[in-house]
Every structure is written in C-alpha cells, then in structure tokens.
C-alpha cells in the first residue's frame, strides 16, 4: 500500500464518512437509456425529461427570486460606501450551513455584480488558499487575465486598476472557516496596502456567525476592516417556498406519497436543510417514477389528460398495466379521464388546506400545526392525521379560541378553502359570529389569594362551575368547530385509495432511502472490514482477519471486535496488535533463547493512532474505572 493511498485512507476515516468511487474499469453505472427500448419507454423518457426541465427551470427562478433580495443590499452598500477611508469596505455574508447551495449564491453573486456593479472581480474558494502564492496566482488570473512568472509584484495589478476608475475591484472569499487563517490575515494586510490606490471591496462567506469566523484573525488585521454584515434567506424558508409553489403546482404530474413525504421531511426538515439536495432527491424520484412504472405514461397534469389520451391507442393503454373496467377505447379514455379528474381535485383541496396552514400560523402563532409547507403535507397524506393527536389538538385549539381569533381562523379558511370546498355552512356561522357580542367566559376559578377558603366552599364552587350554563358565544364557538371537524373529514381522503393513484403519486420510500439515506456506522464498519474496497490494492483482497498488508486502524478494530464483553484490556490490545502487524516479533515470541524482544518504534505510533481514530468515530472511550482499559461503544462489531 502507497503512503498516499495510506494517507487518504486515514483521512476517510476521520472523517467518518466514506463515499464509495470505484477506481478504473468497473462495473458501468445504470444510465435512463439503458432502460429504454420500446416505443412507450422512450416516450416516459421523454415526459420525464420535460417534467425535469420544467422543475429545474422553476427552481433557478426561485433561487434568484430569494437571492434577489440579498444582491440588492449589496449593491446599495457599495454605493453607500466612503472609498476614501483607509481601512477595507468588508461585507460579511451570513449563508448559512448548507455547503451544497453555496456554489449556486456566489455564481448568482458574481453574474449580479459583473453585470450590475463592476466586471473586475476575483472569487477564492478554499482550494485556493491553501498559501498566499495560490491565491495571488488565482487573482492574477482572474483579473489581469494573465499570471506573471516568480515574484508577484503589487505594482503590476494596480497598474491596471488606477484610483480613477469608479467601478470598484471585489475580492470575494467563499468560505472563511475552511481557508487557511493565515493566509486569508496576508490578503487583508495586502489589499489594505492598496486601498490609496484602487477602490476596494472584500466579500467574505461565513457559514456560522460572525463572532466565531473572524476568532482566528488577529486584532491588528480585524481592525483594517470596515464590516458590514448581510444574512441570505434561512434555507428552511427556501424549502418551504420551493415545496409549495413547485412540487406541488399544476404542471408538475407526479406527487410524493404518504412514505416518500414523510422521508424527505425527516431528512430536510431535521436532517440536511439543503433546497438544491432537496430537488436532487426528487429528480432521482421523478426518473425513478417515469423509468420503472409503466402507468407513468399517462402521468401528466390531470388537466391535460384528454390531451394525451387522444393520440393514445387501446393496445397502450392496456400495455400500461392501468386498472379499467371498461372495453371499448372511448370508454377506457373516458374512465381514465373520470380518475384524472378525481386526482386533480385531491391535489387541489390538499394544496389549498396545506396553504391554510402555512397561511394561518403566520396570523395565529400558536396554532398546533406546523408551519412549513412540507411538513403539514406530509401529515395530511397520513392515513393517523385524522385521528392523531395533532389534529385533535387543532380541533381543541378552536374550542378555546377568543371571538377575534376565532373570526380570523374562520376567514382565513374561506380564502383559502372556499375555491375546492363548500363553506356556505362556515360562511353563515362566521356571520352568526360576528353578530355576537363580546362576552367574558365565566369558566375561570376566581380564587384570592391570601385568604384561607374552606373545602365546602371549594367543592361548591367547582360544581357550580362544572354545571354553569354555556355563553351564546360558547354554543356558537362549539358549532363552529364541530363544523370545521367535520369538514376535514369529509374532504381529506387517503390518496391511495384512490383508482390508479400509482399513475400520479410515487411511494417508493425504500428506494429513496438506498439512495439517500446512507448510514455512516455502517458503511464505517464495512470500510475497515474491507478496505480492498476503497484502497483497490490486491495485497488486502478476500483477507477477513487482521493481516500485515492492511491499514493499523484495520487491524485495531477487527482486534477490538473480536474481544468479548464491553471493557478492553488496552496493554492486552496492544500486544495482538504488534504479533499481527509484525511477523519477526511471533518467532522471537516462539523462539528458546531469552533475548529481549525488540519492537519497531513506529508501530506503537500506528497503534496509537489507529486507537484515537477509533475513540473519533465512537467505536470506544475512555474508562473511569481503569486508566488502562476503554469500554466498548458497538454491539456485534457496529
């Protein structure tokens, strides 16, 4: 094994994460025309081809909708900016965690200001900063267009950006917290060098806070800073905007199922926060859907059904596997258009009833339900929603609601519901409502304090309550909300129960999960049991047990997964380890003569490293009950 295939293996490790990338000639990955041979194949490859264009096209729309914003305030702060000062006019952009959706707001950042601003920018990502001669090399060539060879002399960019020219020189770091803090102290000293010469603005990325990012500079070089701070949207927004004004508009065909909702709601909502992994997931989904379900090739917008049946033959449709009673060709297309039409009206009272309460918890703050989008349609497509404690909640919500916020929930959901559902019966309550005249409820237990109350009086006073006649106001709001009870049960309907739902909404969580969901203690685990896997060296193949050739911190964990119990003798472990690694000790072990045995240095190094690579990744800890052993922290070697 190579030291550089070594040394990236430790770093994989690490990391505690390891991505499989076969190396060479391998098997070839699984393409959408390798599944495509009939005629009706190629056609779904088509759908989901322009059904793909369409979602992506409305997300790049959407990003620089919410970047808008942002680019905006950068722009009136260079504008607003006094050049004449010497220290630097910095702007701190807040992005936020998601290193996935960083790339697409600086391309927006760039393009914006090349086109708006000034063309003279330079971008520096991590890559780039590792030494103060690869980031001066990266912006020779970004704005002067050409690298001059050896020593780079300052003189040679100012030269080309004289205090006169009014369009400002933008210096834009991606990432502060993963560039090295030296070299990133060296550029701010430099550029503050040229601020009597060039006007200068320095963009900087922060993932975290600002507080934490700029603890690595030093005082000296935060003070040549004039800092202004910006934060992009939150991206749990983003998700939520994204989810109801595309995955769940008109012109996309396909809906997520009960499973498939619920997935991408644990892993977005909880888990990854990420817009652009979000519609990653769901392109895989929507191929997935198009390239495997042959019913998927009647899966287009239910309001262009009639459409698509016309040009279909009988042979098609029933090739499609779609379940109809019918057996005349006009009558299965009149059928197939009767479930189309029932589909299209589930998605619009689900649509409208996960707006009313993404709307609604804006207006009214503790309302039970949850605000994001994504979330509350995840629980409507649950066959428990009904019945869980969530929307019992909601219904006990508006039994104990005031008059005034009891008038806001109910107009609310007629703006909202009356266009997919009948609210003439709402409508005539609220007026009822509204007619009443504010009344204090008389159900609250007065009680004074300080003052001594004897049980009698207590317990009459309970009972009289308990059997207090109800307010106007109170009947009315008891109507009110067995009205809005009833009408969420009357309405939302489970989507699979529906004819030929499989044509339209995709269930298949289990595939999304292999695909997405990767379990890192698993694949850890598979890694140092097999690292010929990953290391692709012949040295180490079809090996199952501690061996020479394999890595230490292999050979450490096969050793700790074999000891029985929970506690690990660390003196115990470390000799198996030095009798497998080294072959020459066993035979000085085995042989007669009383010599000292000598041990290579390096191997208590490997040892000791492979150890706190193991401690890193939580296989064990450290014991307070003996100094010399570690406990356990896996069940059967995981």
């Known amino acids: 094994m190579s030291a550089a295939a070594a040394a990236h293996f430790y770093a994989s490790i690490s990391e505690a994460t390891l991505v499989h990338k076969p190396r060479g000639k391998g098997p070839r990955k699984l393409r959408a025309a390798d599944v495509v041979g009939s005629p009706a194949a ?182 040549e800073l004039n800092v202004s701070q910006l934060s992009v949207k939150p991206s749990i927004r983003l998700l939520s905007l994204a989810f109801i004004q ?132 995840s629980s409507i497509l649950s066959d428990e929603f009904l019945d869980g404690d969530e929307f019992k909640r909601f219904v006990l919500f508006t039994r104990t609601l005031p008059q005034e916020d009891l008038i806001v929930l109910c107009t609310s959901m007629i703006q909202y519901l009356d266009p997919v559902v009948d609210m003439s019966c709402l409508k005539d309550a609220l007026d009822e409502l509204m007619a009443e005249k504010p009344t204090e409820e008389s159900g609250e237990l007065a009680v004074e304090f300080g003052k001594k109350i004897k049980l009698s009086d207590l317990k009459a006073t309970l009972k009289n309550t308990k059997e207090r006649t109800k307010t106007p106001y109170e009947r009315c709001r008891e109507k009110i909300a067995a009205m809005i009870e009833n009408m969420f049960h009357a309405n939302l309907d489970d989507p699979l129960d529906y004819a030929n739902i499989e044509v339209w909404y995709y269930d298949e969580c289990s595939e999304l999960k292999s695909r997405f969901a990767v379990c890192n203690r698993v694949v850890t685990a598979r890694t140092l049991q097999n690292p010929c896997e990953y290391l692709q060296c012949k040295c180490c193949k079809d090996v199952n047990y501690p061996s020479r050739s394999m890595p230490a911190v292999c050979n450490a964990y096969l050793l700790h997964a074999e000891i029985p119990g929970t506690v690990i003798n660390v003196f115990d472990w470390l000799q198996s380890f030095l009798l497998v690694t080294d072959d020459s000790l066993a035979l000085q072990c085995s042989s007669r003569k009383k010599s000292k045995i000598k041990v290579d240095p390096t191997l208590y190094v490997q040892f000791i490293q492979a150890v706190a690579n193991l401690q890193f990744i939580g296989y064990i800890k450290s014991s307070k009950r003996k100094s010399d052993h570690v406990n356990k922290l896996t069940w059967n070697a995981i």
């Open 246 to 377: 595309i995955l769940l508009s008109d012109e996309v065909a396909m809906r997520l199922g009960p499973s498939t909702a619920s997935f991408l709601v644990d892993k977005f909502l909880y888990d990854d926060f990420s817009p652009h992994n979000l519609f990653q997931c769901f392109k895989y989904a929507l191929m997935h859907h198009y390239l495997h379900n042959p019913k998927s090739i009647l899966c287009v917008p239910p309001h262009k059904i009639a459409d698509s049946l016309h040009t279909m033959k009988e042979k098609s449709i029933r090739d499609s596997g779609v379940e109809i009673a019918s057996s005349s060709l006009t009558s299965m297309k009149k059928e197939l258009t009767n479930h189309a039409s029932e589909v299209s009206n589930l998605n619009r009272r689900i649509l409208a009833f996960v707006e009313f309460f993404t709307g609604i918890k804006d207006i009214i703050p503790s309302c039970p339900i949850s605000k994001y989008s994504f979330s509350v349609y």
């Open 42 to 223: 190629k056609q779904r490859l088509s759908m989901f081809e322009q059904q793909w264009r369409l979602v992506q096209h409305s997300f790049d729309q959407l990003l620089l909708q919410s970047y808008s914003e942002t680019f905006r305030l950068v722009d009136s702060h260079v504008q607003n900016c006094d050049f004449s000062r010497s220290d630097i006019a910095t702007l701190v952009l807040v992005k936020g965690v998601n290193v996935s959706d960083h790339e697409r707001l600086f391309e927006g950042l760039v393009d914006h200001v090349s086109a708006a601003v000034s063309p003279h920018i330079a971008c520096l990502d991590d890559n780039n900063c590792g030494t103060m001669r690869l980031a001066m090399r990266s912006i020779f060539k970004q704005l002067v267009g050409s690298c001059p060879s050896g020593y780079f002399n300052l003189s040679d960019l100012t030269q080309h950006f004289a205090k006169t020219d009014p369009s400002p020189v933008f210096f834009i770091v991606k990432d502060i917290e993963s560039s090295n803090a030296e070299v990133i102290s060296s550029l701010i000293r430099t550029l503050s060098a040229l601020t009597t010469q060039m006007n200068l603005v320095l963009v900087l990325g922060v993932s975290t806070t600002l507080d934490y990012a700029f603890q690595s500079l030093s005082t000296d070089v935060c003070s």
